[in-house]
């Protein structure tokens, strides 16, 4: 027997005998997938099979029958004879934040909290075979927020502990409810998204009191009624007795918002790291931050001047009805205004009855989607605020009053059809929904919306040229990615077009969510991870991507982030930074309109440090849970064993072959 299967046979306990006529000794076909079935389940013909002790599989359904055979119900289906242990994988290099961070999980529920890249996966993954094996009758649930993470972590797990395959399973939206039903009955470790989960339990088909261990990636999103709540809510009517291990690369917007994720998924520690923490130094390699703030220039500023006319005349109206109290009409935003509504909503003036709370509710409807357009037009450029606009103008939005009402303002309709000059024939869009215009057509000079596409350009333009000059590879550019993000798809399709012009330096793909709009077909899952798998491959070396993007997805090695626009949250900087820097130096350009986009982004800086210090530095400003089951009985303290674990090849479900008609920015082996 290799040292291996020694080592996996002694954590079970040295009351194991390879030669006890268990269940499940023999290698036929009638072998039970689930070590979590009791004696009952198996044929008489295996029961009276000898033992077969070469057979890797066979020692472990012998362990886990003498396992489940020890099982007391007074300790919730806990094995004394695996509990006396927990394992600890060597075949990773052992850091000393993780470890302690895993051991901490298994004791307490936690909010591991780590910069992208330093292995918030590998935690969960020790943490869940450990109470794979504490509980062979139980269930181990790992929740990530999209269908493409999901794929991603059931992979990332096996490669850590080898949990066989053939316990595990993956489930989603598209898998029948029938089949997921089964599966619930027949599997042991299931991977799928929360709005999975939380139709399971309303549905009856999840073994709610048999889950001893519940994962939530992302876990900064467990706000309101976000699916993930609702599961704990909906797990805790069944049982208290299953650990909960919150995983996220920032803990949260703000103090308020940490403190909804605590109180959501029941947390009673958070265990955090930020970039500069001693213990991960030796393991994150630099990541550059570099602010570049870009005047708005002339035109733009043209164009601005002439948008707060028209925004004056309808918050003016708003005003003068003292439902708007700010005054300072430039610096509105869109959320303050949604924010004065809600007051108008709650508590309306006695003196506004009938018909004029409809057309206060009207007004308050038109300025916020217009000052939605006043932030595209300063973040995004005009081309943006543009189709925004068309989207009102031609009814696609359904705005019938928004319409009418600005189709009456002079002052709008001006702007609108020099806008319209300047980009109706962008907006013509083929039946693969992208711009005709562009389509092959290179030599087409491309119109700069905002003066930070211009920057944008030299610096991607820059990277690689500097890379192709440092390095003497034949691949060169071929060795070196770029991600870009931008929040809104008709800014990342702009800025596709514009990189277009610079293939075959810079071959350059698009990447956004499932939901298609109207310039702009979505991406469905298996194209996402068809993408993904080019991108760090070598079939694109830039990628311009949405939000959905940012989150957990494994792209690769990135050298060089671009963040096209500034984020209030503090979350997404995080995410967005996390996709470099993960095997050498990696740098982060953020593009900056001057005014007031550099004000949100150094407001979103100075709240993350203030998180941070409040969790480091103050822990009672926040009230953790005090409820955490003790998982593992009184009188058993599971003592550390590392223990070298050699994983087979994983299989995943054949992909099928994507020919993606609406991917026109693809460029294929350099061609």
Known sequence: MSGRQRTLFQTWGSS????????????????????????????????????????????????????????????????????????????????????????????????????????????????????????????????????????????????????????????????????RKEIW???????????????????????????????????????????????????VKYTNHFRILALSATPGSDIKAVQQVITNLRIGQIELRSEDSPDILPYSHERRVEKLVVPLGEELAAV???YIQVLEVFASSLIQRNVLMRRDIPNLTKYQIILARDQFRKNPSPNIVGIQQGIIEGEFAICISLYHGYELLQQMGMRSLYFFLCGIMDGTKGMTRAKNELSRNEDFMKLYNHLECMFAQTRGTSANGFSTTQKGVKDKKFFYSHPKLKKLEEVVVEHFTSWNTQNTSEKKCDETRVMIFSSFRDSVQEIAEMLLQHQPLIRVMTFVGHASGKSMKGFTQKEQLEVVKQFRSGGYNTLVS???????????????????????????????????GRKRQGRIVVILAEGREERTYNQSQSNKRSIYKAISGNRQVLHFYQGSPRMVPDGINPELHKMFITCGVYEPEKPRNLQRKSSHFSYKNGK
């Open 185 to 235: 009955r027949s599997r042991r470790v299931l991977f799928l998204t929360p709005q999975v989960m939380v139709n399971d339990l309303s549905r009856g088909a999840c073994p709610a009191a048999e889950i001893k261990c519940l994962v939530i990636d992302e876990a900064h999103k467990a706000l309101g009624n976000y699916a993930y709540c609702q599961v704990v809510r909906e797990l």
């Open 546 to 580: 949405t939000c959905v993007g940012e989150e957990g997805l494994d792209i690769g090695e990135v050298d060089l982030i671009i963040c096209f626009d500034a984020q209030k949250s503090p979350i997404r900087l995080v995410q967005r930074m996390g996709r470099t």
């Open 304 to 306: 601005q001047k002439a």
């Open 16 to 179: 194991i005998s390879r030669s006890a006529g268990a269940p499940g000794c023999n290698s036929g076909p009638e072998r039970p997938q689930s070590p979590g079935i009791s004696r009952a389940h198996f044929p008489p013909a295996a029961e009276a099979a000898e033992a077969q002790p070469e057979s890797d599989d066979d020692v472990l359904l012998v362990a886990v029958y003498e396992a489940e055979r020890q099982l007391s119900l007074e300790n919730g289906g806990f094995c004394t004879s695996a509990g006396s242990l927990w394992i600890y994988p060597t075949n990773c290099p052992v850091r000393d934040y993780q470890l302690h961070m895993a051991r901490t999980s298994l004791f307490c529920n936690t909010l591991v909290c780590l910069p992208t890249g330093l292995g918030k996966t590998f935690i969960a993954a020790v943490v869940m075979y450990n109470f794979y094996r504490w509980f062979p009758s139980g269930k181990v649930v790992f929740m990530a927020p999209t269908k493409p993470l999901v794929t991603q972590q059931i992979e990332a797990c096996y490669r850590v502990m080898g949990i066989p395959q053939s316990h595990m399973a993956e489930m989603t939206g598209s898998t029948q409810a029938i089949t």
